[in-house]
Each structure stands twice: as C-alpha cells, then as structure tokens.
C-alpha cells in the first residue's frame, strides 16, 4: 500500500470536471434519452400470453437494468459533489435533474410492473424458468408481488411524479437547512464558525468542557433551525402517509420491512432479545459514570472516552491497521482495502463546507466505490473507515452480477459493513498491550452497542410514534422535541442526566427519502454480522467463503431464506440474535471487571 495516502478523493476518473463536466451533462443526456425510448417500449408492451411471447419482453428488461444502473451512477456523483462542497450550486442543479430523471424512470418501472402484475401464474411460472431470465426471478417476482399491492400504474406514476418537487423536494430542501448552519468555535486561534461536520466531531472531545460547551451551542443552532426542520420533516411523513393510504397500506412498517426483505416477526424478536440485555448496558454506562467522575452520564458524555489510548491515530497508520486486521480473516477483503486505499477512493479531509457523517457510494458503471468522512484520527473515525470499506466490499463482490440482482437491502448492506468494523476493534481490543489503551478500545468497541441497541432504539420509537401521531394532523417543533426525549429515555432506561431534545432536527437519516425508517436496519445489521462474527471465531478461516457466498446471495432473497441457506438459522427463534447479544454482554462483563 503506498504512502502516504491522499487525504481526498478522486472522482475525475468517474467524470471529469466536477459538476461542470461535460462528460456528466453528455451522460445524462444520452440516460434522458435511453429513458424515453424505455417509457415507449414499455408503453407498447402488453402482458405475455405464453412462454414463447415472453421472450419479447428480454430488451425491455435489459434496457431497465441498464438505465437503472445509469440513474445510481449519475446519483452518487451528484451527491458526491454535493457532500465534499455543500456550497457546489452546480451540484444541487445537477441533483435535482438527476431527481426528476429517476422519478420518470420510477414511473416506467411501474407502468412494467404492471405488465408483470396481469401476467398469469402458469405463464410467469414458465417465463421465470426460461435460462435467460431465471437469475432474476426472485427480483422480478418480488416486483410483480408488490404491484399487486399497490394503486393503478397511472396513479403510482402520478404519485412518482409530484414527489419530485414535493416528497424529494423537501428533503433536498432539509440539505439546505444543513449547509447553513453555522456554529461558533474558540480555539488557541481565535473565534471561528464551523460547519455541522465540523462541529459534530466537536461532540466527541476528550475534554468534557469542550464537548459539553459544543453540545449546549449545537442544541441552540439546531433549535434556531427547529421550526424549518419540523415544517421539512412533516411535509415528508405527510406524503408517506397519503401515499400508504392510496395503497390500502396501515402499517406504516409494511415499507421499510418490504424493503428490507424481512417480517415484522423477526424485528420483533430481535428487539425483545435487545431490550431483556440492556440491564447489562446500564450497568456498563453507570461504571462509566463513576469512573468519569460524575453521578450520571449526559447525551454527550455517552460516547466521550474511558481509559488513555496511544493518542491521535494518522491516516495512514489506520489504513495499514485496518489492512492487517482485515487480512487475519480474509486475505481478499485485504487486497480489496488495499486497493481503495491506493486509488483514492477515500475523502478523509477535515475541511469546511464539508457535509457531516460518513456513507459510502457505489459506481455500478465503473465498477468502483467511493467512501466519505471527515478524520480527525480518534479510534471511532477508524472504525467508521473500517465500516465503509465492509460497504464497498459488499458491493465489490456483486460487481458480476445482473443489476437487479445489486439491490441488496440496508440490513443486509449494514451486515457487511459492521462485520469489518467488528475484525478491527476486536483485533485492536485484544492486541493491546498497555491495560489502559485495552480499557479504551474495549470501551469503544462497546459504545457501539450503545449506540445500536439504546440510540437507534430511541430513533426507531421517536419515528414510530411520530408517524402515529402526524396521522392526526401536523406536529411541530415542541412537540417533536418532547417525542424524541420521551423515546431517549426509554431507550436509555431512564439512565442519562440530559438527553438530546432536537436530535430529531440534525440527524440526517430522518429526512431520506430513498428509504423510510433509515433506523432499524442499522440494529439488524450490527446484530447479524456479530451472530456472524461469533461463527467467523468457533469456525475459523473456513467461514470467509461462506461469508462472502453469503453476501452474493444478499439480493436476491430474504434475511429469513439468506440465513437459512447459509447458516441453517430460524431467525423468528431468539436463540441466533441471543448468540450475539452473549458476545456484547462478555465484552461488558471483561469492562466492569477492568474497571472494578
């Protein structure tokens, strides 16, 4: 791996030029184009009636996966211009073009569903097992189920439609209430104002004067911002809830588990083996109260450190320690890492105008990925790198497959993503030496399942109750304030001093609108890929090929049929989630007697 590495990314080799490409706007043009000549060919299709005018439809399917493919690649570079420079005007053009694209593809997408809805069951049993098409049978298959499900093509395309300036709208407009917040900071060089990324890295500070001074002016920007949040975050529930409504949908879950290919009866008994372990978490952030000097944790002394790690970690030296741990489970997962790092698929920079949090992307075109974060060398930034990366390997090893078949769901993508986070924070955990960087890391390596099993919990309640209760009309600011710190402190067990009223306004994930209830996944997927890490220890260096055919098949079933094949698990019975809940638990009981 070649040093040292470059703190930003490259993206002119996707298209050159930024958001002034030519290359891009030509690209686009020929997508805009390709779409249109879709939309007649679907218009003129008609529901097969036998196996042999099946195969009449074969372009038409091509040409959806292609343009398909197409529309994530011209979305992720806009948004990748986007979050490196929120003040890239170009970029938010450039977005809302690709915006109104995708909803005239979505359109399409759904008038074809519709021939797929009125094909007879004898003649789609027939198609599906035709050579050509059988590898896309699940996903097809999946499509004609939910167009079953849904309004009239004329009014799903209508719906598709308007949400380019309303649904999307709205949540392209809550990026604009992002890029202006500004946050003032007093350092050894003076008074200086802070992006959002800027300041949420500032929640995180060793000293607790300097987090806890954030964490008051952080409230008070987002609190400025609350009545235009509230008015975005409304607007957003309110479409969700006419559209479920025009679909005969009650359960405003019936989309987000849809999406993620799993039953409520598996949310359910995973979160019920969580909630009976929190005891355990409890005991853990009371230890860490009393050994961080106070009588009870605040929202923002939960994730502060416990024990004295080696300092700032560099770049680089993170990159070859993820490499190496990455190594120890599969030499391929390595070679891949290695090979992001030395392409500059990675934006590290600490800058302003840079967009908070950390995601990656992936370029179904090039064959590429591209991750985003702001470093500033702390151990849960390694592990965010490590996270990301698990991403782009996911999606590394789909590279050969049909496009449909790319579309795996969150759960399953935060599957991948958290088991590589997992090999390096145990691998750290147990190679340190000095008993108080082993404190730290264990630590850390423990606040991740505070943050999955109390802070996303606390997400997916606000957000439940929240959709409950817009039914009834809008909610506004106070209200949604007084939500979120009901939902906090059931999560938490009542145990925090403070919590986070207006956490509902600066956390991104609530106004996504590619997928409602961008929470729950989050938990399924730290829980999964530690059931999978438990199995990675007692199995050995066998279980990398089975992990990684276990991926390759993550877009094309269900979490219930997945776990089946692979791992012959029912995950409707606790006893998996429980594996990995015993994990979490020795790792708390390893802290409590450490610091007893």
Known sequence: ?????????????????????????????????????????????????????????????????????????????????????????????????????????????????????????????????????????????????????????????????????????WSEHYETIVGSIQIPYEDEEGTKQLSAGQAFNKLDDEDPKVRKAMFRKW????????????????????????????????????????????????LDVMWDVITKSKPALVSYLQRKAKLLGMDALAWVDVE?????????????????????????????????????????????EDRPAKRPGGFCVSFPESKESRIFMTYSGTPSNVSTLAHELGHAYHSFLLDDQPLFNQNYAMNVAETASTFAEVIVSDAQVKAAADPEEKLALLEAKIQNSVAFFMNIHARFLFETRFYEKRKEGLVNAEELSALMEEAQKEAFCGVLSEYHPHFWASKLHFYITDVPFYNFPYTVGYMFSTGLYRLALEQGASFADKYDNLLRDTGVMTLEDLVSKHLGVDLAEPDFWQGAVDLIVADINEFLAMTN
């Open 219 to 266: 409230e008070e920007a987002w609190g400025g911002a609350a009545d235009y949040c509230a008015d975005t975050l409304n607007h957003l529930a309110g479409f969700r809830l006419k559209l479920y409504k025009g679909r005969g949908w009650e359960d405003v879950l019936k989309e987000p588990l849809g999406i993620n290919r799993m039953s409520h009866t598996t």
């Open 304 to 348: 502060a450190p416990v024990g004295k790690s080696s300092g700032k970690i560099p770049y680089d030296q993170a990159a070859k320690d993820i490499v190496t741990q990455f190594r120890k489970f599969s030499p391929k997962l390595a070679d891949f890492a290695e090979h992001a790092f030395d392409n500059n698929w990675i934006e590290v």
């Open 1 to 169: 791996m070649k040093q040292p590495l470059s703190l930003t990314w490259e993206l002119e080799s996707i298209f050159p030029g930024g958001s002034s490409s030519p290359q891009f706007e030509e690209f686009l043009k020929q997508l805009e184009a390709d779409i249109e000549t879709l939309r007649q060919q679907v218009a003129a299709s008609v529901s097969p009636a036998d196996s042999e005018s099946t195969k009449s439809l074969d372009a038409v399917i091509e040409l959806l996966q292609s343009c398909s493919g197409r529309l994530i690649q011209a979305s992720e570079f806009a948004g990748c211009l986007g979050a490196q420079n929120q003040q890239d005007k170009g970029a938010v053009r450039l977005s809302s073009k690709v915006t109104g694209l995708r909803a005239g593809f979505e359109g399409i997408s759904s008038q074809f569903d519709n021939v797929l809805r009125q094909t007879s069951d004898a003649v789609w049993t027939e198609w599906m097992a035709r050579p050509e098409i059988a590898p896309l049978a699940f996903v097809l298959s999946e499509s004609r189920d939910l167009a079953r499900e849904k309004m009239s093509p004329e009014l799903e395309s209508l719906a598709l439609e308007l949400a380019v300036d309303g649904y999307h709208g």
